[in-house]
């Protein structure tokens, strides 16, 4: 069984980081890839990052690239997400996830497993 317990969440002004954390109880035979996703009230989630098991590779959403920081730690069983120079419209739920698939991975229906999420308010 797989759980996701995501922390790092808060209250930042604009331009300011935050960085995320998602500890992971998972199978080390199984090669999940581990996303991050978001979600704003009345707005679906969207994919935000993903990263390989093997952390060589990443992908990031546009709105993100360049800002954003997805990195894992395999022996710790975390992943993590720095969030630098951060917008308003980067307020959401944030959400890790896990899934058999490849790193391009976007769609949040083919992650088979979910964090409970943490809140992220940027204000201007």
């Known amino acids: 069984q797989v759980q996701l317990v995501e922390s790092g969440g808060g209250l930042v002004q604009a331009g300011g980081s935050l960085r995320l954390s998602c500890a992971a109880s998972?199978?080390?035979?199984?090669?999940?890839?581990m996303g991050w996703f978001r979600q704003a009230p009345g707005k679906e989630r969207e994919f935000v990052a993903a990263?390989?098991?093997?952390?060589?590779?990443?992908y990031y959403a546009e709105s993100v690239k360049g800002r954003f920081t997805n990195s894992r730690d395999n022996a710790k069983n975390t992943l993590y997400l720095q969030m630098n120079s951060l917008k308003p419209e980067d307020t959401a739920v944030y959400y890790c996830?896990?899934?058999?698939?490849?790193?391009?991975?976007?769609?949040?229906?083919?992650?088979?497993?979910w964090g409970q999420g943490t809140q992220v308010t940027v204000s201007s």
């Open positions: 996830a896990a899934g058999l698939v490849v790193v391009t991975t976007v769609e949040a229906r083919k992650y088979s497993h």
């Open positions: 998972i199978r080390t035979d199984r090669r999940y890839t």
């Open positions: 990263i390989s098991w093997s952390g060589g590779s990443t």
